[in-house]
């Protein structure tokens, strides 16, 4: 199967470097800077623990030179989802499955706007990565891969993507397609809600914010607020999203959350994808979310900090 992934951060060359260990998948990188890709001499060097493996991949910033692909993985920030969609035209062909794996929820409103060259499936992963450099990433934990249309779409689609999860698993990647995606993506918006701005808001890895009784309250609060908001929405997410929170701060209590990775980084922060999204929810349906207003307030005000050079309309989720 000829599979390309658009964005070789870290969950784009952990896929990458997985998919690329069966010797049957041709595993391409779309990147969009072509000094970068030429960078990577077309391996990934994956580590797992201990163990360390080369998995050979080809990388390009040039989507016509791939060629159309059976399966595309979009793994940009959801800032960047539009652009990578469009950048990527000579992928597409009405066979490509097209899965699009970001945080947050905005990108959802994104994709409802576009015109689409094929409807793409939701992916939510549980899956843990971090690019250590330029083509060497660190499996970080193994976690469930759910994927699913959020839209009707022909049964031959839905079998083509079961095949898709089927390749996953292959890989040694526990994945599975599913009926209900935007149950899993809210609930997992819900964890990242209560984690990942808090994290920058007290600069500590996530466990941090289980010792820190005013940062626990906080998350407390702000996960109870994204509940409400999901419940109106009629989704079917955990019953108790704080205690579920709670357990992954501690199931990665010394992971450095990916915002405050883009903070320590400089870049751009998905607080409007993810914090920033449930506020614009909770507006519609004319819930109130304080805690959540004041987190997407203190991060754009840490954002502001490094973020002036950065010219207006390059990062749309500030706009
Ligand atoms: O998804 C994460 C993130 O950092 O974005 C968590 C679950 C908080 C792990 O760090």
């Given at each position: 199967?000829?599979?390309?992934i658009?964005?070789?951060?870290?969950?784009g060359?952990?896929?990458?470097?997985g998919?690329?260990?069966?010797?049957?998948?041709?595993?391409w990188?779309?990147?969009?800077?072509?000094?970068?890709?030429?960078?990577?001499?077309?391996?990934?060097?994956l580590?797992?623990g201990?163990q360390?493996?080369?998995?050979?991949?080809?990388?390009?910033?040039?989507?016509a030179r791939?060629?159309?692909?059976?399966?595309v993985?979009?793994?940009v920030?959801s800032?960047?989802?539009?652009a990578g969609?469009?950048?990527?035209q000579?992928?597409?062909?009405p066979?490509?499955?097209?899965?699009?794996?970001q945080?947050?929820?905005?990108h959802?409103?994104t994709?409802?706007?576009?015109k689409?060259?094929?409807?793409?499936?939701i992916?939510?992963?549980?899956?843990?990565?971090?690019?250590?450099?330029?083509?060497?990433v660190?499996?970080?934990?193994q976690?469930?891969t759910?994927?699913?249309?959020?839209?009707?779409?022909?049964?031959?689609?839905?079998?083509q993507?079961?095949?898709?999860?089927?390749?996953?698993?292959?890989?040694?990647m526990?994945?599975?397609?599913v009926d209900?995606?935007?149950?899993?993506?809210?609930?997992?918006?819900?964890v990242n809600?209560?984690?990942?701005a808090l994290t920058?808001?007290?600069?500590c890895a996530?466990g941090?914010?289980?010792?820190?009784?005013e940062?626990?309250?906080?998350?407390?609060a702000?996960?109870?607020?994204?509940?409400a908001?999901a419940?109106?929405?009629?989704?079917k997410?955990?019953p108790?999203?704080?205690?579920?929170?709670?357990?992954?701060?501690?199931?990665?209590?010394?992971n450095?959350?990916?915002?405050?990775?883009?903070?320590r980084?400089g870049?751009?922060?998905?607080?409007?994808?993810?914090?920033?999204?449930?506020?614009?929810?909770?507006?519609?349906?004319?819930?109130?979310a304080?805690?959540?207003?004041?987190?997407?307030?203190?991060?754009?005000?840490?954002?502001?900090?490094?973020?002036?050079t950065i010219?207006?309309?390059?990062?749309p989720?500030?706009?």
């Amino acid at each position: 199967m000829k599979i390309v992934i658009i964005g070789p951060g870290a969950l784009g060359s952990l896929l990458a470097a997985g998919l690329a260990g069966r010797a049957d998948n041709e595993v391409w990188l779309l990147d969009h800077d072509a000094e970068r890709a030429a960078r990577m001499k077309g391996k990934l060097l994956l580590t797992v623990g201990e163990q360390e493996f080369c998995r050979l991949v080809s990388a390009s910033a040039d989507a016509a030179r791939i060629g159309p692909a059976d399966l595309v993985l979009l793994c940009v920030k959801s800032r960047d989802v539009a652009a990578g969609i469009s950048a990527a035209q000579p992928l597409y062909t009405p066979a490509t499955i097209l899965i699009t794996f970001q945080n947050g929820i905005s990108h959802l409103d994104t994709l409802a706007r576009m015109k689409l060259p094929v409807q793409p499936a939701i992916g939510v992963t549980a899956m843990g990565a971090t690019l250590k450099a330029t083509g060497h990433v660190c499996h970080g934990g193994q976690g469930l891969t759910r994927m699913g249309f959020l839209s009707p779409v022909p049964s031959e689609k839905q079998t083509q993507l079961e095949s898709v999860a089927g390749l996953f698993r292959q890989a040694g990647m526990p994945a599975e397609r599913v009926d209900n995606i935007l149950d899993f993506v809210w609930t997992k918006l819900l964890v990242n809600v209560g984690i990942n701005a808090l994290t920058v808001i007290y600069d500590c890895a996530n466990g941090g914010l289980l010792v820190n009784a005013e940062a626990r309250a906080k998350l407390v609060a702000a996960v109870r607020e994204g509940h409400a908001v999901a419940r109106a929405l009629g989704l079917k997410v955990p019953p108790d999203p704080v205690s579920q929170t709670l357990r992954v701060c501690e199931a990665t209590a010394g992971n450095i959350s990916s915002m405050l990775q883009d903070v320590r980084r400089g870049r751009p922060t998905e607080i409007g994808a993810i914090n920033g999204a449930l506020l614009a929810k909770a507006a519609e349906l004319g819930l109130e979310a304080p805690v959540n207003r004041e987190l997407v307030r203190r991060v754009r005000l840490i954002e502001d900090g490094y973020l002036r050079t950065i010219p207006r309309g390059s990062c749309p989720d500030r706009l």
